[in-house]
């Protein structure tokens, strides 16, 4: 294989390497690092060359070097080293000496041609900041000639004023090169594309203001959204995004996604806002202090999920973005809840329940739900804590009329003299002609606490809950870290503990194995992370995923 085969195909990859690296790599900087890491580029500025109508873009703001200064483990310079392995370019001698603070790649189009009886063949662009652009012209100069020297045959024009440096598509496949490349500095950016049309549409795009995505009211708004010290920012049309993976974008609510990249001492900070031109109501108000239900949920929680009114949910903007994503990527709710949340699914199997039309219509205050190890590797326990409303005792009625339906016995016992509720089932079993025994199995039960209702499936858990010889979630200093950097007010927590939860989620989820290769250094120090919505502003629901790691 030529060594120059598919330059195209490693400076697309290094660009996705080093916006991951940003997101698993460098967590360490703040707290094994006494230098602060500064970002010059508050937004993208490459979004001039971009169409509005791409499906993908991403951005790192911040110059490589500058990581791998901070870099104790040498992850910058691995990755450098083995992105080059196949070429003859030197970074430190080639590239390091123009390269400035913004490395941009856009998705141009799911398929240049618009012919898809020929397949889709996606354009994309690459906008490298330079800080000396005669260097970078060298630079240009000296790829391309490597390139012929490679067998490819070369095509030069200029465009618009514009000097363009091409492979022929045509020359290209009769040689070992076998991607085309495309490449121009324009601007302060040294522009990489898979096709020269590609570079074409780049200049259009800054030549007409009103086709670039800079000048896209959607984009500036959803710009406005993104913190100043974003390390990475990536911005999605996502129905075009739908088109490009070849999937049915389903329940169009939210047209438009903007992820932005924030470290701090404790991890990363994934922030994530959709933007809508609908108004979409949000599921409750704002809470401006953790969950009190969490107090009644033991610290060993794999998983627990707690905010307030799950009665509208299904309407609100989260219920939307729900039935929005689902529906474009698996089809339906019903099949991702099986693939993700599988002991949720079991346990309204086997009860016959439906959450949406049993459980969430009568919790409308506050509630904590939790899933946790039990005796039996291939099982959970769960407990689900409900804020006492005056709705809680029809829904308590409903449970058990359901359960009566399905055989299950609904009965009373004493517990460290207090009452408790329970789903039992009963089953006979003969040891003899003269004998037959009745074994008792406990499915679930439920009691009052406070102004709470604690339900629970494994009765030894509900009573080290009542006893307090439980220690609970809420005063567990992990936790708390995790949640600290979730912006307040918000409106509740999705919170996972990695090290509880990693051999469950690999079972449920096959395809996790290879998002842990992908991100080991994150994956292999990873504590904790928590999800949360904080939307603020109308036509945006804006949360993120904090990923905790350890020291």
């Known amino acids: 294989m030529n060594r120059e085969r598919s330059f195209f195909g490693f ?11 940003g997101i698993i790599g460098f967590y360490w900087f703040f707290v094994k690092s006494p230098v602060s890491l500064v970002f010059p580029n508050t937004q993208p500025r490459a979004g001039i060359f971009v169409s509005k109508l791409a499906p993908v873009m991403v951005s790192l703001l911040v110059n490589p070097d500058k990581l791998e200064s901070l870099d104790k483990k040498g992850e910058v310079s691995q990755l450098k080293a083995s992105l080059f392995t196949k070429s003859t370019i030197n970074y430190q001698e080639d590239i390091k ?14 398929d240049l041609d618009h012919d898809p009886e020929n397949g889709l063949q996606p354009g994309y662009l690459m906008a490298v900041a330079t800080a000396k652009s005669a260097k970078s012209r060298e630079f240009l100069e000296l790829l391309f000639s ?57 200049i259009n795009n800054i030549q007409a ?51 932005a990249l924030i470290l701090n001492s ?8 959709f933007l809508t031109k609908l108004q979409v109501p949000p599921p409750f108000l704002p809470l401006s202090k953790p969950v009190e239900a969490l107090k009644y949920i033991p610290e060993s929680a794999s998983l627990a999920i707690a905010g307030t009114n799950l009665k509208d949910i299904g309407k609100s903007d989260l219920g939307q973005l729900w039935k929005q994503g689902t529906g474009t990527i698996y089809g339906s709710g019903e099949d991702t809840l099986s693939r993700w949340f599988k002991p949720l699914v079991e346990l309204q199997t086997a009860w016959g329940l439906n959450f949406a039309e049993d459980i969430f219509p009568w919790v409308n205050g506050e509630y904590a739900l939790a899933l946790l190890p039990s005796g039996e590797k291939t099982s959970l326990d769960w407990v689900f804590v409900v804020e006492k409303t005056p709705q809680i005792l029809t829904g308590i009625a409903d449970l058990n009329a359901i359960a009566i339906a399905q055989g299950i016995n609904v009965t009373s016992v004493n517990l460290n003299q207090q009452q408790i ?49 439980a220690k609970f979630l809420s005063n567990n200093p992990d936790f708390q870290d995790s949640i600290a950097p979730i912006p307040q007010p918000n409106q509740g927590y999705i919170y996972l503990d990695w090290n509880q939860s990693q051999q469950m989620l690999e079972r449920q989820l096959p395809l996790l194995k290879f998002v842990e290769m992908l991100g080991k250094p994150l994956f292999n120090n990873l504590r904790s992370l928590t999800v949360s919505n904080y939307s603020t502003e109308p036509g945006t629901l804006k949360g993120g995923i904090f990923f905790k790691i350890d020291r």
């Open 11 to 21: 400076i697309v990859a290094g660009a996705i390497a080093l916006v991951l690296t």
């Open 97 to 110: 000496p123009w390269l400035g603070n913004e490395i941009t790649l856009a998705v141009t189009s799911p």
């Open 146 to 202: 490597q390139r012929a020297l490679a067998g490819s045959t070369l095509a030069v024009e200029r465009y618009k004023g514009v000097k363009l440096i091409s492979d022929q598509p045509e020359a290209a496949k009769l040689t070992n090169i076998q991607t085309g490349l495309a490449g121009a500095v324009v601007d302060k950016f040294v522009l990489f594309a898979n096709d020269v049309q590609v570079l074409r549409g780049a």
């Open 209 to 259: 203001p009103d086709l670039n995505l800079s000048s896209d009211p959607i984009y500036q708004k959803a710009l406005e959204q993104i913190p100043k010290s974003s390390m990475s920012v990536a911005f999605l049309n996502l129905p075009r995004v739908a088109q490009w993976q070849g999937l049915d974008f389903a329940e169009a609510t939210y047209n438009n996604e903007i992820i």
């Open 266 to 273: 404790q991890g990363l900070l994934v922030e994530s806002t």
């Open 421 to 469: 509720s329970t789903w039992t089932e009963l089953t006979a079993t003969t040891q003899d002609k003269a004998a037959v025994t009745v074994d008792t199995k406990i499915l679930a039960a439920h009691t009052t606490k406070d102004n709470y209702e604690i339900f629970t499936s494994n009765l030894a858990i509900l009573d080290q809950i009542l006893t307090g010889q």
